[in-house]
């Protein structure tokens, strides 16, 4: 087997499942939405921001008082701004 190839197998939806996905089509829908929204979230510097919380995360209970407020004033500014921009304002 070269570099690349796969095995692949084809399945073939049954009645059943056209159904259920006829079924929860608006569910199926909003799923969809929600992941096409993450993916353009991580696009726009969203993996970084991800990644700086998980450490925040960690290391929550050893800020001390200074860190901690300036943490809150980085989340309260950042909040407002993405609202403005949300709104169509210059933030």
Partial sequence: METGDRDRKTYQITERGIEYINKNEK??????????AYK??????????????????????NLNEAQREELESTFRECARKIKLLLLGERA
Avoid at 27 to 36: A, H, M, Q, T, V
């Fill in 27 to 36: 569910e199926l829908n909003d799923i969809k939405r929600k992941l096409l």
């Fill in 40 to 61: 353009a979230f991580l696009e726009l510097g969203g993996e970084e921001l991800k990644e700086a919380f998980k450490q925040l995360f960690k290391s929550i209970d």
